[in-house]
């Protein structure tokens, strides 16, 4: 069976890895990638039009400088996207943030020149209904909140589509779902400010990713805009007069991935342009170029080059890209160093670089974003009720029942009922088989499947019924599985950021968040020392094995460990909340909660420090090694969120509206099953 190219990169296939440009595992191919941007810089016009939005959102300090950095000779970027999902759509959106802003700081620490992290919005897409809800975890099940379905269904470009009046009712049912939670109030606030009827669900999308990402300076590009459509005009014309070479490279690399097993994430046909054409005016219905003859045509009518080229010179607003031009028309206005993307992106990006050599763009490093999954108090305490790792509970209901249920003394398994009811049955017709009378054979294999279907039957009962008589168990397998694997969905994409960030407070999820995306790992599972985020030295099991073989130093962490990410209850008495940076793998033995063991409730037993004010957030820090590293694992000496924080440990605040009680929120990465969902 075809895989996809993501997932064929994940099992190690060679073949795999030759059709994505470079090895993002290795600290050399970064700073190659780096040197290659570094020729690069933004056209003026574009660099203006990134001030402009900029000053229209949120003010931050950190982009201001993020954007005077962009302006240096040899600065590059790390570029990530996403469509404009309602109020930050799925969680992933979050992880692909934190991914470039942490390769952009690893980047510049290590060629030390300036690299700026860009999330460019796919904002030039028509799928309305796909960007218009986003799903929360609710008291009892997930909840879908959603705008209304739009009355005359277009083809208009998200840009230009406003937030509708009845984001007020949505808005109320997120208060509804989301009230009870201690920080509640400051993420509906948060929403609030940002998507107000009537403004361009592109600004607000914006405006709340740069608000949640303020101190990083997360620089965000809407690139539906003249400036950035007056400087990709030369490429859209490259691109309509090239369009029959252009389909001869992409079907010869289709074939190629293809011919090694794996699928083609973004099918093309020889007469489909990869240039979308918007035929009324720039803010009306856009249709893919469909060759005919010697031109083009939309369903609104044949359209000829020379008309397309004067359209383009003198409108070039009215033409947008497609999912695979899209990466080219970024890498040509912007010195990418790299691009960051879901699984579904790293395997279409392996479409591209026939394309990129044809029309002579530099080709970026693609890596993977962090694949996180997120573990606040709640769950955490069912997974250790229930004796699972995280990673357990992506299975059937049923499976994980099987694992986890007390079952009676004699009860055996399905296999073992059916062998006891079946086994006397089988003998005797076995034995009325050896007769070798005439006629019977038929008989008695009807009778045969008659009985083993039935039996089978009743035996998935009896198991079903067992394993549904705790309902205690049952009751935490199915709220744990709703809470990290809803439906069959891993959190990351099921859900949006709301419920974890009312549980926490917004900045804390985004620090946690920050510091699980540190550390590139396409294919992290669960660590056996229940980190909360994989180390590097977990990835390939010949460095896991000289990595637990490393002895341990003083505070017991060995070189290359990193540490757990949770967070503590915020003082009842104070407005801030602190931040420890540990070095070692293990929280300090006054706070470290072991297996099995409840969490400390009653004011006498909690740690002086809560009791006086003081709460602590532990989060990750990679020790420094001075064993040889492997190869993709990134320099230990850069960590937390500011650049320089080399000491063993280094304290931060941020204000908390109220106090949060008893809040802990770990990080696990985890491997995703890949999905052809853009992402």
């Given at each position: 069976?075809?895989q996809?190219?993501?997932?064929?990169l994940?099992?190690?296939?060679?073949?795999?890895?030759?059709?994505?440009?470079?090895r993002f595992?290795?600290?050399?191919e970064?700073?190659?990638?780096?040197?290659r941007?570094?020729?690069?810089?933004?056209?003026?016009?574009?660099m203006?039009?990134?001030?402009?939005q900029?000053?229209a959102?949120?003010?931050?300090?950190?982009?201001?400088r993020m954007?005077?950095?962009?302006?240096?000779p040899?600065?590059t970027?790390?570029v990530t996207?996403q469509?404009?999902?309602?109020?930050?759509?799925?969680?992933?959106?979050?992880?692909?943030a934190?991914?470039?802003i942490?390769?952009a700081?690893?980047?510049?620490?290590?060629?030390?020149?300036?690299?700026?992290?860009?999330?460019?919005?796919?904002?030039?897409?028509?799928d309305?209904?796909?960007?218009?809800?986003v799903?929360?975890?609710?008291?009892?099940?997930?909840?879908?909140?959603?705008?209304?379905?739009?009355?005359?269904?277009?083809?208009?470009?998200?840009?230009?589509r406003?937030?509708?009046?009845?984001?007020?009712?949505?808005?109320a049912?997120?208060e509804?779902?989301?009230s009870?939670?201690?920080?509640?109030?400051?993420?509906?606030?948060?929403?609030?400010?940002?998507?107000v009827?009537?403004?361009?669900?592109?600004?607000?999308?914006a405006?709340?990713?740069?608000?949640?990402?303020?101190?990083?300076?997360?620089?965000?590009?809407?690139p539906?805009?003249?400036?950035?459509a007056?400087?990709?005009?030369?490429?859209?014309?490259?691109v309509?007069?090239?369009?029959?070479?252009?389909?001869?490279?992409?079907?010869?690399?289709?074939?190629?991935?293809?011919?090694?097993?794996?699928?083609?994430?973004v099918?093309?046909?020889?007469?489909?342009?990869?240039?979308?054409?918007?035929?009324a005016?720039?803010?009306g219905?856009?249709?893919?170029?469909?060759?005919?003859?010697?031109?083009?045509?939309t369903?609104?009518?044949?359209?000829?080059?020379?008309?397309?080229?004067?359209?383009?010179?003198?409108e070039p607003l009215?033409?947008?890209?497609?999912?695979?031009?899209?990466p080219?028309?970024?890498?040509?206005?912007?010195?990418?160093?790299?691009?960051v993307?879901?699984?579904?992106e790293v395997s279409?990006?392996?479409?591209?670089?026939?394309?990129?050599e044809h029309?002579?763009?530099?080709?970026p490093?693609?890596?993977p974003r962090?694949?996180?999954?997120?573990?606040d108090?709640?769950?955490?305490?069912?997974l250790?009720?229930l004796g699972?790792?995280?990673a357990?509970?992506?299975?059937?209901?049923?499976?994980?029942?099987?694992?986890v249920?007390?079952?009676p003394?004699?009860?055996?398994t399905?296999?073992?009922?059916?062998?006891?009811?079946?086994?006397?049955?089988?003998?005797?017709?076995?034995?009325?088989?050896?007769?070798?009378?005439h006629?019977l054979?038929?008989?008695?294999?009807?009778?045969r499947?008659?009985?083993?279907e039935?039996?089978?039957r009743l035996?998935?009962?009896?198991?079903?019924?067992l394993?549904?008589?705790d309902?205690?168990?049952l009751?935490?397998?199915?709220r744990?599985?709703a809470?990290?694997?809803?439906?069959?969905?891993?959190?990351?994409r099921?859900?949006?950021?709301l419920?974890?960030a009312?549980?926490?407070?917004?900045?804390?999820?985004?620090?946690v968040?920050?510091?699980?995306?540190?550390?590139?790992?396409?294919?992290?599972?669960?660590?056996?020392?229940?980190?909360?985020?994989?180390s590097?030295s977990?990835?390939?099991?010949?460095?896991?094995?000289?990595?637990?073989?490393?002895?341990?130093?003083?505070?017991?962490?060995r070189p290359?460990?990193?540490?757990?990410?949770?967070?503590?209850?915020?003082?009842?008495?104070g407005?801030?909340?602190?931040l420890r940076?540990?070095?070692?793998?293990?929280?300090?033995p006054a706070?470290r909660?072991?297996?099995?063991?409840?969490?400390?409730?009653?004011?006498s037993?909690?740690?002086?420090s809560?009791?006086?004010?003081?709460?602590?957030?532990?989060?990750?820090?990679?020790?420094?090694?001075?064993?040889?590293r492997?190869?993709?694992?990134?320099?230990?000496?850069?960590?937390?969120?500011?650049a320089?924080?080399r000491g063993?440990?280094?304290?931060?605040?941020?204000?908390t509206?109220?106090?949060?009680?008893w809040?802990?929120?770990?990080?696990t990465?985890?491997?995703m099953p890949?999905?052809?969902?853009?992402?």
């Amino acid at each position: 069976m075809a895989q996809s190219v993501f997932t064929a990169l994940l099992a190690g296939r060679p073949e795999a890895r030759s059709l994505l440009p470079g090895r993002f595992e290795d600290p050399e191919e970064w700073t190659r990638a780096a040197d290659r941007a570094a020729a690069s810089r933004v056209p003026g016009p574009v660099m203006e039009e990134m001030v402009r939005q900029s000053r229209a959102l949120p003010l931050s300090e950190a982009r201001t400088r993020m954007l005077e950095k962009l302006t240096h000779p040899g600065a590059t970027v790390v570029v990530t996207g996403q469509q404009v999902g309602l109020f930050g759509g799925p969680l992933y959106t979050l992880h692909k943030a934190a991914t470039a802003i942490a390769r952009a700081r690893w980047i510049e620490e290590r060629v030390r020149r300036p690299c700026v992290p860009v999330f460019w919005l796919q904002t030039e897409d028509h799928d309305y209904p796909e960007i218009a809800n986003v799903t929360v975890q609710a008291r009892t099940e997930p909840m879908t909140l959603a705008l209304p379905p739009d009355p005359h269904p277009s083809r208009v470009s998200i840009a230009h589509r406003t937030v509708p009046e009845q984001v007020d009712a949505v808005l109320a049912e997120a208060e509804a779902a989301l009230s009870p939670l201690p920080h509640a109030a400051e993420v509906l606030a948060l929403l609030r400010a940002h998507y107000v009827p009537g403004r361009p669900m592109a600004s607000a999308f914006a405006g709340l990713m740069a608000e949640l990402w303020q101190a990083e300076g997360l620089v965000v590009l809407d690139p539906r805009v003249p400036a950035v459509a007056r400087s990709a005009a030369p490429l859209f014309q490259r691109v309509l007069r090239e369009h029959a070479a252009l389909a001869s490279v992409l079907g010869a690399r289709a074939a190629e991935i293809e011919r090694i097993g794996c699928d083609v994430q973004v099918p093309s046909r020889p007469e489909a342009s990869l240039v979308f054409f918007h035929p009324a005016r720039a803010d009306g219905p856009r249709y893919r170029l469909v060759r005919r003859d010697d031109g083009f045509e939309t369903p609104e009518g044949p359209v000829s080059i020379p008309t397309l080229e004067n359209v383009l010179e003198r409108e070039p607003l009215r033409f947008s890209s497609s999912a695979l031009l899209r990466p080219l028309v970024q890498d040509s206005i912007l010195p990418t160093c790299a691009y960051v993307g879901g699984p579904a992106e790293v395997s279409y990006f392996a479409e591209l670089p026939p394309l990129y050599e044809h029309l002579g763009l530099p080709l970026p490093l693609v890596a993977p974003r962090a694949r996180l999954r997120l573990l606040d108090a709640p769950t955490r305490s069912l997974l250790e009720r229930l004796g699972l790792a995280a990673a357990d509970v992506e299975t059937s209901r049923d499976a994980l029942l099987a694992r986890v249920a007390i079952r009676p003394d004699g009860a055996g398994t399905l296999a073992e009922l059916e062998a006891r009811l079946l086994g006397p049955l089988r003998r005797e017709l076995d034995a009325l088989a050896a007769l070798g009378v005439h006629n019977l054979e038929g008989p008695i294999q009807k009778t045969r499947d008659a009985c083993t279907e039935a039996v089978g039957r009743l035996a998935s009962k009896v198991e079903r019924a067992l394993l549904e008589r705790d309902q205690a168990t049952l009751g935490r397998v199915e709220r744990v599985q709703a809470a990290l694997y809803p439906a069959g969905v891993p959190q990351e994409r099921a859900y949006g950021f709301l419920t974890l960030a009312a549980r926490s407070g917004t900045a804390a999820l985004t620090r946690v968040i920050h510091a699980g995306a540190e550390t590139i790992d396409p294919r992290v599972g669960d660590n056996p020392l229940r980190l909360s985020c994989a180390s590097a030295s977990s990835v390939f099991r010949p460095w896991a094995a000289a990595a637990s073989s490393r002895p341990r130093s003083a505070n017991g962490s060995r070189p290359g460990d990193t540490t757990c990410v949770s967070l503590r209850p915020t003082s009842p008495r104070g407005s801030t909340r602190a931040l420890r940076v540990c070095p070692s793998s293990r929280s300090p033995p006054a706070r470290r909660l072991l297996p099995g063991r409840a969490p400390i409730r009653s004011r006498s037993q909690q740690p002086s420090s809560m009791r006086h004010g003081t709460a602590s957030t532990s989060f990750t820090r990679t020790t420094p090694s001075r064993t040889p590293r492997a190869p993709w694992s990134p320099d230990p000496s850069w960590s937390g969120r500011e650049a320089g924080s080399r000491g063993s440990s280094r304290r931060f605040t941020a204000p908390t509206s109220r106090a949060s009680g008893w809040t802990r929120c770990f990080v696990t990465s985890c491997a995703m099953p890949p999905s052809r969902a853009i992402g």
